[in-house]
């Protein structure tokens, strides 16, 4: 299993970037797929998780109504749109599958919850 993200890049505060996630395998329709992120200096954060078939999406407070978590099933891809980015959005973005695949509404997710991860691709949002 691998998982590669990219997408990353250096934006001016608020622009707009999109996040890939493709994965490598056969079981990408059954697993639930999230984004987390990590400041320097700071721990991984929960950014948005969704569904294996994409009817649940959840996302962190900091981040609801401006980032869109979605996927293609057919192309083993997970995006994620964000929007009206901020200086405070800079981090390293890391995609994470879920085998578990099924979301409880509203719930943040945890990284021990994730079983296979990205590499992470840089995101840097200037002031």
Known sequence: VQLQASGGGLVQAGGSLRLSCVYSGRTFSSYAMGWFRQAPGKEREFVAAISWNGGVANYADSVKGRF????????????????????????????????????????????????YWGQGTQVTVSS
């Open 68 to 115: 869109t978590i979605s996927r293609d099933n057919a192309k083993n891809t997970a995006y994620l749109q964000m929007n009206s980015l901020k200086p405070e959005d800079t981090a390293v973005y890391y995609c994470a599958a879920d085998t578990y695949g099924v979301l409880s509404p509203g719930s943040n997710m945890s990284i021990d919850e994730f079983d």
